[in-house]
T-cell receptor, first 113, second 113 residues
Framework: SAVISQKPSRDICQRGTSLTIQCQVD?????MFWYRQQPGQSLTLIAT?????????ESGFVIDKFPISRPNLTFSTLTVSNMSPEDSSIYLC??????????FGSGTRLTVV | AQSVTQLDSQVPVFEEAPVELRCNYS??????LFWYVQYPNQGLQLLLK??????LVKGINGFEAEFNKSQTSFHLRKPSVHISDTAEYFC???????????FGTGTKLQVIP
């Protein structure tokens, strides 16, 4: 199965700033997914990123707040912009891993103060 | 639209006892079903998945799940749990097309020595 390297693993940020999270996959994948896991809650899909096209955002998420880049088939970034304490969450990237389902990165634990 | 219900938010169980974590789904079309495990401060790991075929699915770490279409359930079971099974378990569903995955709210399994 694919191996995903996600970084940073955690960060503490000041409100009003932005943080860019990176995901590197060890194989080429068509689709990458970004999720948010708020404290004590389940995972919510933010957007789906295909290489060479704009990301598709789920209801409640907008590009200005969560811009995504997908420059090639092994890499993607998610930026959390103009952060507020409500953005404190774990952010995870995921790839469709053929017949194995979905593989997840280890997550980025973000705390906004 | 698809949805997943995990009926128990927390399940305490003694070591070496059996456990069942319940999951029910709702969808108007055929689905794929998954169980993921999240250990503290880690990402998600796929335990098992049902795509088609046999309704009894065996996964890693001695876990298994049974797909019951009439009851729209996909309960996770293990005959004898270990301390190392203490984690949060997420049931997930994806409609055919295999793109968007919807997660349940998770069940925290606490194994008591």
């Amino acid at each position: 199965s694919a191996v995903i390297s996600q970084k940073p693993s955690r960060d503490i940020c000041q409100r009003g700033t932005s943080l860019t999270i990176q995901c590197q996959v060890d194989s080429q994948v068509t689709m990458m997914f970004w999720y948010r896991q708020q404290p004590g809650q389940s995972l919510t899909l933010i957007a789906t990123a295909n290489q060479g096209s704009e990301a598709t955002y789920e209801s409640g998420f907008v590009i200005d707040k969560f811009p995504i880049s997908r420059p090639n088939l092994t890499f993607s970034t998610l930026t959390v912009s103009n952060m507020s304490p409500e953005d404190s969450s774990i952010y995870l990237c995921s790839v469709e891993d053929g017949s194995r389902g979905y593989t997840f990165g280890s997550g980025t634990r973000l705390t906004v103060v | 639209a698809q949805s997943v219900t995990q009926l128990d938010s927390q399940v305490p169980v003694f070591e070496e006892a059996p456990v069942e974590l319940r999951c029910n789904y709702s969808s108007s079309v055929s689905v794929y079903l998954f169980w993921y495990v999240q250990y503290p401060n880690q990402g998600l790991q796929l335990l098992l998945k049902y795509l088609s075929g046999s309704t009894l699915v065996k996964g890693i770490n001695g876990f298994e799940a049974e797909f019951n279409k009439s009851q729209t359930s996909f309960h996770l079971r293990k005959p004898s749990v270990h301390i190392s099974d203490t984690a949060e378990y997420f049931c997930a569903v994806s409609e055919r097309g295999y793109q968007k995955v919807t997660f349940g709210t998770g069940t925290k399994l606490q194994v008591i020595p």
